[in-house]
């Protein structure tokens, strides 16, 4: 049974920082690129970044580049997003998902195998 788990969001003011941590079980994590994707009401899913199954390459969206950092640790399953300098337009659902390889449709929210239930962020 695979699971994935955010944590580490919450209500921050502008410009504030915040460590999302997304814990996976079940998964074989090594194997897999890691993304973070977010949700605001009444707009799409946005994928903001993606890490390598090595931690080697990083792709990040337009929106958050240079001030979003994502990272892995594969001895603990478990994926980051430091998330640093935070607008009001941060404020959203962020989810961790899961998926077996690169292609450009990873901002969509398309060909993931696995998602966590998300964790609120709230910049106000």
């Known amino acids: 049974h695979v699971q994935l788990v955010e944590s580490g969001g919450g209500l921050v003011h502008p410009g504030g920082s915040l460590r999302l941590s997304c814990v996976t079980s079940?998964?074989?994590?090594?194997?897999?690129?890691m993304a973070w994707l977010r949700q605001a009401p009444g707009k799409e899913r946005e994928g903001i970044a993606i890490i390598s199954t090595n931690g080697r390459a990083i792709t990040y969206g337009p929106s958050v580049e240079r001030r979003f950092t994502i990272s892995r640790d594969n001895a603990k399953n478990a994926v980051y997003l430091q998330l640093n300098n935070l607008d009001p337009e941060d404020t959203a659902m962020y989810y961790c998902?899961?998926?077996?390889?690169?292609?450009?449709?990873?901002?969509?929210?398309?060909?993931?195998?696995?998602w966590g239930q998300g964790t609120q962020v709230t910049v106000s």
């Open positions: 079940g998964l074989d994590f090594g194997s897999h690129f």
């Open positions: 998902a899961s998926r077996m390889s690169f292609d450009v449709s990873w901002r969509t929210g398309r060909g993931y195998n696995y």
